[in-house]
């Protein structure tokens, strides 16, 4: 389900600066993924990618304060890349902009809830 948002100048300072990490998330995947194959001939999958977050987020504290469920969603889309690059169906993974990274997600029952004030017909 996807939602449009109405924030305010401050809210959506925040939302772009989640933005950018999780587009940052996304780029290092990709390039972890890449020179591990490169230099090691190992392939990095998804569940690895997972486990490193917890050391990842010790050594980028900015990304503490993004619920860990977002991250490993964006963790799954670049699984979902490379797998339907592995088997032909796409073209290799590439790194992001800013402007071609769209937005993230929030698994289902997260702890976050919608509200309404009854304006907009929710």
Not at 9 to 16: A, F, T, V
Not at 23 to 44: M, S, T, W
Request: net charge positive; aromatic share 16%; charged share 25%.
């Amino acid at each position: 389900m996807t939602f449009r948002l109405y924030p305010n100048k401050q809210i959506e300072q925040s939302l772009r600066y989640h933005r950018k990490l999780h587009k940052d998330l996304y780029n290092a995947a990709v390039n972890n993924r890449f020179i591990q194959y490169q230099k090691f001939n190992h392939y990095v999958g998804y569940i690895e990618q997972q486990n490193c977050l917890p050391a990842f987020k010790e050594v980028w504290t900015e990304y503490k304060e993004i619920n860990s469920q977002a991250l490993q969603a964006t963790l799954k889309r670049v699984d979902f890349a490379f797998e339907r690059w592995k088997k032909r169906l796409g073209k290799r993974p590439k790194f992001k902009s800013i402007r071609h990274y769209s937005g993230w997600t929030y698994p289902a029952k997260t702890g976050y809830s919608v509200e309404s004030d009854g304006k907009t017909g929710i």
